[in-house]
Structures are given as C-alpha cells and as structure tokens.
C-alpha cells in the first residue's frame, strides 16, 4: 500500500514540473541558509564551554563610575578574592599579558627574533580551572617557579620545528631564559583566550623587581583578566554581590564606589560586547539574535511557499478527489496519499538542501572568515532541526488537502462550491506574510550595509594614507632617535613621529584629571596619549589655537620621584582636543596656559602625578573607531622626562608606501635593531579591521535578504502560474469581448502588487524600529533617511511585478478560442 502512494506521488510531481520544481527548490534554500546561520550562530554560542565545570567559571569584571565596564581587575583583586571567600571559590588565577622579543638559541632560527604579543604570566590554579589539553610534558612546577614556560603546538613548531621542545630554552627581551616544559594543543577556536606562551606570575613579578613572595597591592596594577571557579555548593550570583561590599574594606571606600567588581560568567563573555579592554574581539549578541532571526525567516518563507502552493494544487486537484470518493475511496486512503506526497517532495528538497549547504559553507568561511562547523553525522541537534523541519513542513502541507479534502462530500466537490476562494484568502495572507518578512530584511540589509560604509568612508579627522605603524619594543626604544633619523633619511618618507597609541584605534591610559579650582565631583578619567613634536602636523590634524611640542625638550617638564618609586612631574607642557573644552569650562583660547594635573590615586596615595599648563588646543579627531564618540584626550611628550612613552613609530609616505619603500624600511629598521623584526601595519587597513564585524552583518544580511526575495519570488511565480491557469477561461473570454493583451496583464498583476503594498505597510514601519534600536550601538550613525524606505519598497515592487508579469504576459498572449475550448 505504502508502495502504491510513494508511486502516485511520483507521478504527480512529475506530471506538475513547474509547482514541483519551485517547491523543491524553495524548499531547499530555505533549508540551506537555515542550517548555515544557525550552525554559525550555535559555533558562536559554544565559546568556553569545552572547559571542565564551564558553568562555574567566572571572570571578575568592573564597572566604573557607572558608565564604563571593564573586561580586566587591578592586581589586588585575586589575593583579596582567596582571602574573604576561602572556602566559596574553589580557585582564583589571575593572568596578564605582554609583548616581548623571542628566539631560541638551539633552535631552527637561532639567529632570528619574533615579535610574540600572546605572551602570559598566570597564578597558580590555571590548569585546574581550564580545560586547555597538554599534549606534551607537565605543569609541574611551571606556574609556581620562575623563568618556565609552557607553549601550544604552533609556538613549537615555529621555533623549535620537528625538534623535542621540552627543556629547550626561550631567550627573551632582557636576556631572560625560558625553560620549556610543556606544550599545550592548539588552542580551541572556541575560546576568547588568546596565547602561544604561558608561564607563572612569579616570573611576572621578577620582571618588574616586585616581591615574589608579596601579594599585589593595587587596583590598578597590573591589569589583570581573573577567573575564579566556585564551588559547587555556592551561589556564584551570591559571591557576586558580596564582591562590593568586600571591596570597600580594601579601599578608599568612596573610591570603592566607583569601581564595582562583580562576576560574569566565562560563557557569556564572546557574545557581551559590552566590556573596554577584552582579550579577544567578542561579538554583540543582538548580532547573533540577527542571523537566527534570519535563519527562521528563510526557512518560514521556504515553508510557506511549499504550503501555499501545495494547497493552490490541492485545490485544483478537487475533482480528482470527488471521482476517488465516488469510485470507493476511504478517506484514510486519501489522506495517506497526500501526506505521502508532501512527504516525498519535501525529503527532496531536504536532500538537495543539504548538498547546498556543503556546497556553500566552504565559501561562505572563506569570503567572510567564519567558522561554520556542520557535522551532521555526530550532532544531534541539526539531526532533531532536519528532521522537525521535513516532518512539520510535510504535515503543515498536506493537512489541508489530506484532512479538509478528503473528508467534503462528493457532490459538493464535483459541483465547484465556492472552496477555492475562502481558501484564496489563506493564500493571500501567506504571500503578505512573505513579502512582509522579505521586505524588512530588504531594509534591514540595506540599513546594515551604508552604516558600515558610512563607518568605513567617513574621515576620521586624519590623513592615514600612506601611513604604517610599527610597533617598539623596550630594545627598539634604546636606539629610537638614531632610527627615527636614519628612517626619516629614506627617500619618499614625509614623515617619521613616536606615539603611545595609534590614531583611530587606541584611546590611550585613562588616569583622574583635575585643575585648580575644579568643583567637587568634576573631577574624572580622561584619555592621556603621548606624542612626538610635530605629530599633529604630519597627520594633517590643525591646531585650534596655541602650539604643538617642539623638538628642544624644553616641554618635557622636571621629573621626580614620590616615595623613591613612583613618578612625578612638574611644568610639563600639554595639549588638549577640543572635546576637553567643555570639561574645563574653557574656550580654545582661555584654555591656554590653563593649569591641568592627570595623577593616579589609590587609598589616598598619589601612583603617578604629573603636572603642567596648556600649550595648544588640536581639532577632534576620533582617537579610535566611529562606534564611539570623540572622547576628551589630554597629550603629552613622546619623550617626557618621566619615561619613554613611544609604543609605535609612525611611518608616513606622501607618495604611498610602495614595496621598495618598505623593504627600505625594514633594511634600516634591521641594520639599526641589531635583527629586530619590523612588526608594520598599515594604518587604514587597522582601521578598517575594527570595522570587520560590520561588514560580515551587511553582507550576511544583504545576501540572505536576496535569498527572501529569491524565495517569495518563487512562491510568486508559482501562485501566478496557479492564478493564470484557473483562470483561463476567463482570460479568454476577455480576449474574445476585444480587451487588450496588457489590459489582462493589468488586472493579473494589480491584484498580486495590492498584496505586495500592504506588505509595505507592515514592513517598513517594523524595519525602521528594529534598525533604529540596532544603530544606537553607535555613535556615529547614518540617518534613517527617506531612500531607504523608497529603496526597498522599489526593489519589493519591481521583482514582485516582473514575477507575475512574465506569466500574465505568456497567458494573456495564448489563443483565447484555445483556452476556451480546452476549458
């Protein structure tokens, strides 16, 4: 019996091509884009869980002044952690990380320094709270001594190659030997940790002289990421509100007020883009929320089209069921054969879908750089997502004609009661339903993509062409005058200048600024960068008013020390933006020689304090990316008396840096660095990386958006195929009575078109919400102008049109004496 339907079935689809054919390939799509936006968004949604106990895992965050949060703790936090919750956390680790120059003497390059940045220092407890898999070697003693290190498998194989790693040394900046001990697999792409070296905090605190027997003392150094792991029979949410009050014992308790820690648990960190400061690029969960919801719309699209077009066939092939019923057909037998026909078609579309997907996905992590991992032999949830997909989809589908149907009486079904039209209403309404969600993501897309190059064209109050940045090291820094002579010598280079932080992209150090006179409570964090004589002119940025630093050193100012250790500065000179006007109550011209002071305090003790007057007022530019607004920054000297503040060389070509001009470059860089690595970057394309999340959004979008119209559209030709044979007599007739070939077009189409407006009604309305709530993320924004909704209305309109015109054109141009004769 089951054979006989399966065989009906068959027969049927391919007696009706057309239908077949735009539902299976629907159908398919649907599924497709389906799978791949939810394997990706699943793939973002598992960072961190691979570790032992995930859901007890925490990092201590903070949020200051109630206005930023901030992804890393001060150094004091760990060890006042372990002391007032003993017993509630199971471990406490805190981790930092630095930039050092490697080599390794005996091994494949001995000769050669890498410039390595995924260097970390941990406490002890750091492989007893992660699941990070050691392939080789031990932890044993690693975290606890000084000067051994555990490295992944690509820090091996870069230094050490096809050559036992374990015992092998690592020379670092300083001349400091590292024992390799272990080596860890390659870190999951799963995780928001990012390093190749890890070695204990104990050799952290022999770097900078500290006691290595002494807990941390400061909230503010080092900056430190800490995770703690609590035990089981606790709240963590409890510890969390507790982390406060605890604080305040420790601290200034004012200052504690400012600075509120508290616990965010390991697994939410890649998808909470709230924090200054994380390790890794995390990504916003209304990003993620996006991309399912545009999973589920494809697929509902798919699915309505394979219902609305099942039941225009079904409709159609009334008859067929009245002659069955009167020749003896059970009802059950009927509903069998329908629902074994939406079951074989869509098992089709499931099979063709899948092979999409595995098609597409290669491309699609390629182009965007992505991972899409899709293993459905092993992972049971996709199994559970094709599975509901085909059985729903096929039940949704065939219930109509299966249940509806077949259960009518014969003699109403062969004398044409007036089934077809209320069920024509269901069919409009689905085809509404289509266009509103396919024209929303239209504009959603369409949104998306002119923020992101908004974002990407609009000047950042720079000029960054022609402009590299190379990172220093502390042995770069020892001969950074001779080099930045010996660069600026180099035909073709404009330009050669020291800066802390790169334009467009580092805020800077964040100490408390005041000046005399201010009123309590105005006192606040405020950006410092420091910047060579000339910078401003060489990025093409104006002054407002006053000057820039000059070469002398006469702005330098007069360094001292507090209590034998800490920094101080008198009469140094300082420029601010003009976002720091309006903070100071002055104009550009009142500012100058303005007194200013940027210290750092804690428990009432001065860490750094250094003191001087304004010597010029720059022009805003953005000291990082168009997501944020244009913060208030103070400047001071590369080269000021307290320290070398000169993190980057900025390189700047007038002509463009060609490849001859860079391997220039890097022969100074070397023959000057005794070997160094020029670690450059081109600025602009820096900058155009922060903006990488963006850009894969409007592409993700822009291409699923054609994907809906795609689908409606297919769903919208079917229909019409549907409306133009139902109605064939009719057109006919028409034709006969001497109205016009585009008259019937006319008419066929208009009825189709009223759908697609009231389609508009809904969707616009809805895009211009949700995009307005997404666009909030950012400071700089573009307007939700006018086009965008005539954009998408017209895109709407005219492929909706072309859809239904190109059948209407093919019925309204047949013989009508055909049509009626056949009819």
Not at 109 to 128: K, L, V
Not at 175 to 193: C, I, R, S, W, Y
Not at 269 to 298: C, D, M, R, Y
Request: net charge negative; with cysteine; proline share 4%.
């Amino acid at each position: 019996m089951i054979k006989n339907y399966l065989k009906i079935a068959w027969r049927n689809l391919v007696r009706q091509k057309s239908f077949s054919l735009i539902n299976v390939l629907g159908l398919s799509l649907g599924l497709a884009c389906c799978l791949i936006l939810l394997s990706y968004v699943k793939q973002e949604k598992t960072y961190d869980r691979f570790h032992p106990d995930s859901d007890r895992i925490f990092r201590v965050v903070q949020e200051v002044q109630s206005k930023n949060s901030w992804a890393w703790a001060g150094g004091a936090v760990a060890p006042m952690l372990r002391k007032e919750f003993e017993g509630q956390l199971d471990e406490v680790v805190s981790l930092t990380q630095i930039s050092t120059y490697l080599y390794a003497p005996e091994g494949i390059n001995p000769e050669e320094r890498f410039r390595e940045d995924r260097f970390i220092f941990s406490d002890e407890g750091f492989d007893e709270i992660f699941g990070f898999e050691l392939i080789k070697g031990s932890w044993d003693g690693v975290l606890e001594n000084t000067y051994q290190v555990v490295i992944t498998e690509k820090a091996a194989q870069k230094y050490f190659g096809n050559q036992d790693p374990i015992d092998q040394v690592l020379i670092s900046t300083g001349d400091f030997a590292f024992q390799v001990k272990g080596v860890l697999k390659e870190l999951p792409e799963n995780t928001h940790m990012a390093f190749d070296f890890i070695s204990g905090m104990n050799t952290f605190k022999a770097f900078n002289e500290f006691p290595i027997t002494s807990d941390f003392g400061s909230f503010w150094w080092p900056q430190t990421y800490t995770y703690v792991k609590v035990n089981e029979q606790q709240d963590p949410y409890k510890v969390s509100e507790a982390i406060p009050e605890i604080n305040g014992n420790y601290r200034n308790p004012e200052e504690a007020k400012s600075y509120v820690h508290f616990l965010q648990p390991i697994t939410d960190i890649h998808t909470n883009a709230g924090f200054q400061g994380e390790w890794t690029p995390p990504i916003a969960a209304k990003t993620l929320w996006i991309f399912l919801s545009i999973g589920i719309f494809v697929l509902v699209l798919a699915c309505i089209n394979f219902i609305n077009l099942a039941t225009a066939r079904a409709i159609k092939r009334m008859k067929e069921i009245g002659i069955r019923k009167v020749n003896g057909a059970q009802r059950g037998q009927l509903i069998a054969q329908f629902l074994a026909e939406s079951f074989l078609i869509n098992a089709l579309s499931i099979v063709i879908g899948l092979m999409i997907v595995y098609l597409v996905v290669p491309l699609v992590e390629t182009s965007l750089d992505l991972r899409i991992p899709i293993d459905l032999v092993n992972d049971t949830q996709l199994q559970v997502l094709i599975i509901s997909v085909w059985v729903l989809s096929s039940l949704l589908a065939g219930i109509f004609p299966a249940f509806y149907l077949s259960g009518l009486k014969p003699e109403m079904i062969l004398k044409q009661s007036p089934l077809s039209r209320s069920k024509s209403l269901l069919r409009k309404g689905l085809v509404v339903f289509q266009f509103v969600l396919s024209t929303l993501l239209v504009f959603c897309a369409s949104v998306a993509y002119f923020q992101h190059q908004y974002l990407s064209d609009a000047s950042m109050g720079f000029d960054s062409n022609g402009l590299i940045s190379v990172k220093m090291g502390e042995l770069a820094k020892e001969k950074g005058d001779v080099l930045k002579q010996e660069l600026a010598k180099i035909p073709g280079v404009s330009s050669v200048k020291f800066t802390s932080d790169r334009p467009g992209i580092d805020t800077g150090w964040n100490p408390t600024a005041d000046y005399p006179g201010i009123k309590e409570g105005d006192t606040k964090n405020i950006n410092v960068q420091y910047v060579d004589a000339g910078y401003f002119e060489s990025l093409g940025i104006p002054m407002v008013s006053g000057r820039e630093f000059i070469e002398d050193g006469a702005d330098r100012g007069i360094h001292s020390l507090m209590r034998d250790r800490f920094p101080q500065l008198d009469q140094v000179a300082m420029i601010v933006n003009e976002a720091a006007l309006e903070w100071m109550g002055k104009d550009a011209n009142t500012a100058l020689q303005s007194e200013l002071r940027v210290f750092t305090e804690e428990n009432g003790e001065l860490f750094s304090n250094f003191k001087g007057t304004v010597i010029g007022v720059v022009q805003d530019y953005h000291t990082r990316d168009m997501r944020f607004s244009i913060t208030p920054t103070i400047y001071l000297p590369a080269k000021n008396a307290a320290f070398d503040g000169t993190s980057y060389t900025l390189i700047k070509s007038e002509e463009g840096i060609s490849p001859e001009l860079l391997t220039e470059m890097q022969a100074t860089w070397k023959e000057i660095n005794n070997g160094l690595p020029f670690d450059y970057k081109f600025l602009d394309e820096d900058i155009a990386q922060q903006y990488e999340q963006q850009s894969k959004t409007s592409t993700l979008l822009g291409s699923f958006a054609f994907l809906t119209l795609l689908i409606s559209c297919l769903g919208l030709f079917g229909l019409s195929i549907f409306t133009a044979e139902s109605r064939k007599k009719e057109i006919g007739i028409r034709r006969v009575l001497g109205a016009s070939s585009l008259s019937i077009v006319n008419k066929l189409t208009s009825e189709f078109l009223i759908l697609v407006g009231i389609s508009l009604l809904v969707a616009l309305p809805s895009g211009y919400l949700l995009m307005k709530e997404w666009l909030a993320q950012f400071a700089f924004k573009v307007p939700l102008s006018v086009w965008f909704f005539v954009g998408s209305a017209s895109i709407s309109i005219l492929l909706a049109y072309t859809t239904v015109s190109f059948q209407s054109f093919r019925t309204a141009h047949a013989n009508p004496v055909e049509s009626i004769k056949n009819e």
